[in-house]
């Protein structure tokens, strides 16, 4: 029993109900306005898991890229993406490891080859652009205008003009291994510098060194005014230079945050990501530093190529 004199809960009537049930449902509204200005996207729902590794290129993060994409994709969907930027070769192996949950990257064979080896899956084509070779405006191997990027090397080689190389293991890199191998030259000597970093600080220095370098378009452009290179050789269409975004395997790495590399990759791929990577570029240089191509395969683009296009 209570102590005398304090009051008794009085019984629910019909109308005391009634007005329980408004309350309940005004909090229940007001939560749910709240929980919306949280930060949890479109859907009003935080995900689970909020945090997504991002194992890129530098080229993407460089170029400035992903400083325009990424707000919008975090925005829409409430997750919060951690950028790693490495060479092609270190961000796959990323994801060899489990160290990532989706990548993006641009090197097709390595692509195939860890999706072949089963610790990544989904890889789809996002976006091209093309390399070329720059290098200072006095062109000493005599190279400006040529569309032939091996015998372009042979010229470099021959003239002792410096060269300067990633060296990283990256998709650029790579590629430029391929074109050396073309034109049948071991590249070594105090003419050709590897420099061990990403695109954007080996353009620096062949700027200071006054050397010749491979890049990716959108980099070059990004940088052409502090580094003051001038494009020489472009065109080639071994140049084509392909992205690709591709998930950890879940099966394979139970840790992922697979839900999160699965909305990374159909942001990327749809059509408000694309509209921003076709516009990229655009305001500033008249141009676009990639060309968008969801939904397209590496065969319509070396087909494209086969008649004419420009990579």
Not at 2 to 16: C, F, K
Not at 60 to 83: A, H, M, N
Not at 103 to 123: C, F, M, T, Y
Request: hydrophobic share 40%.
């Amino acid at each position: 029993m209570l102590p005398s004199g304090l009051p008794t809960e009085a019984p629910l009537t019909p109308l005391s109900c009634r007005l329980s049930g408004a309350a309940a449902t005004l909090l229940f509204l007001a939560s749910s306005f709240l929980s919306g200005c949280g930060g949890e996207g479109d859907s009003g729902r935080a995900p689970e898991k909020r945090d997504i590794i991002l194992a890129t290129t530098t080229s993407t993060q460089d170029s400035g890229l992903l400083d325009i994409l990424l707000p919008v994709f975090e925005e829409r969907t409430g997750y919060r993406v951690k950028t790693i930027a490495v060479g092609t070769g270190e961000a796959l192996a990323m994801g060899a490891r489990g160290d990532a949950d989706v990548l993006l990257a641009h090197a097709p064979d390595q692509e195939k080859a860890i999706v072949a080896s089963g610790a990544a899956v989904n890889r789809r084509l996002v976006m091209h652009n093309g390399f070329l070779i720059a290098g200072p405006e006095e062109d000493p191997a005599g190279i400006h205008g040529s569309k032939d990027g091996p015998e372009s090397f042979v010229m470099i080689a021959r003239a002792g003009a410096r060269f300067v190389s990633r060296g990283d293991n990256s998709g650029t890199h790579i590629r430029e291994l391929t074109l050396w191998e073309g034109a049948g030259i071991e590249p070594e000597g105090d003419w050709y510098v590897s420099t061990g970093q990403g695109m954007g600080a080996t353009l620096m220095i062949a700027a200071e060194m006054e050397a010749y370098v491979l890049t990716d378009r959108g980099t070059f452009l990004a940088m052409r005014e502090r580094t003051g290179l001038v494009p020489h050789v472009e065109g080639d269409p071994g140049f084509l230079n392909l992205y690709s975004v591709l998930e950890v395997n879940p099966e394979r790495f139970s840790a992922v945050n697979h839900a999160g590399a699965v909305a990374f990759s159909e942001f990327i791929l749809g059509p408000e990501a694309q509209g921003l990577i076709r516009g990229f570029g655009m305001e500033r240089f008249g141009e676009p530093f990639f060309f968008p191509d969801a939904g397209r395969s590496e065969e319509d683009l070396l087909g494209d190529l086969e008649v004419g296009a420009s990579p």
